[in-house]
């Protein structure tokens, strides 16, 4: 009985991959999800909200690739909110309106606030049909507001995602393992929820939704906490989740490109997973709790294979505590050794097809220098998962806004 217990704890990690990616590449590949039913036509006024915290000059070089788009201006704003930035990121702002002064909109929130409450500030300023949430150094693809709206010409579709690069994919391990995570996330670990049209998690990064599905959800994402505790991260998770129970159908168009840059550093990578995971075990909780209502809302197929991933790897996590006890030190080694070279080998195989795929996906993305490091980030992604996901259980405290808050606190450091 021992020993098929360990067979088990072995199979699992190998299990979820072929779950989540096997299907999903399976899908990509013999299906049009990959390509869901657009029309290119359907051109409404469309609002890009832009939250903004210690952002700087960057700003706008994601307010300049937006208006670069293939969108008509003068069905395009840009609401733009400062949520209390230490830095100069206001004047950034300021000078962009005064370039574009017919399609960007500035606020400000008095205090700091957190991403969605800016959101929900914008949005009571935007004016567009269709709203599409972003980060504020997210850079926009020529194609991608055409792409993210051509989706809303089905009725039912309340909420596209798309797929979201990595700028600085060679910098280090920790952006080279994010950018393979992105990739084998969009391009194909969501389709197999895509296919169903229950996408259970749009990017935050890139979040597109009809404005009045937006109002419908806005108070209950903003009101959610945690056993009374207020909660300011995880709202692209919840927002999603919300309108899913609603009846809405959300999807993921991979056609759909803008690029960001990941932390390269890895106090703020692993304060960023750590928000992550808290975020989406919060939200596996939330449904276990509330079964019955998912099933007679979503249907049985959609919940499954949304819970499937979370459980697994709770499970495999938890399983670090007893592995010792249970099977030995030799043993548990063993099991975790095996785990470990089958993600190293993964994410070298991921970095292959990168490489081949990426240039026609999203063009302009920088390709991988050296595939065979992507081991190296094979084993930081499996032994970060498995130590945040723990850390997560234990700490469903409020995260921060973003990683972008070290002005703010080397400001609290040496005063005003």
Known sequence: MLAAQQHVWHLLPVLLIIFVFGVGLLLRLTTSVGAPIRDYGYQPRVSVLLPVF????HVLETIESILATHWPRDRLEIVAIDDCSADDSWDYL???????????????????????VSLSHALQESSGEIV?????DCIFDKNVIRELVACF????????????GITNVNDNTFTLCQALVYFMSFQVGKMLQSVQRRVFCISGCLFAVRRHVFMEVEESVRGRNWFG???????????????????????????AVCWTAAPTRLGPLFGQQLRWRRSGLRDLFWTLARMPQHFRVMGVTPLFTALIPELFTVLWALY??????????????????????TFCSMFIVWALAYNRCIREIAVGSEPIINPLKAGLAGAWFFMDSMLITLLA??????????????VEKRQALVGP
């Open 229 to 255: 505790m207020k909660v300011r991260d995880g709202e692209d998770r919840y927002m999603t989740h919300a309108i899913l129970m609603r009846g809405w159908h959300t999807l993921v168009n991979p056609a």
């Open 393 to 406: 259980l234990l700490t469903f405290d409020v995260g921060s806004w973003g990683t972008r808050d070290k």
């Open 153 to 164: 010409c089905d009725p039912k579709v309340g909420a596209v995602g798309g797929h979201i």
């Open 94 to 116: 300021e000078r962009a309106a005064k370039r574009y002064p017919d399609v960007i909109r500035l606020m400000k929130n008095p205090v700091n606030s957190g991403k969605h």
């Open 54 to 57: 210690n952002e700087g000059a």
């Open 132 to 136: 599409i949430c972003i980060d504020s």
């Open 320 to 341: 670090l505590f007893t592995a010792v006890p249970l099977m030995g030190v030799g043993e548990a080694i063993r099991c975790v050794v095996l785990a470990l070279l």
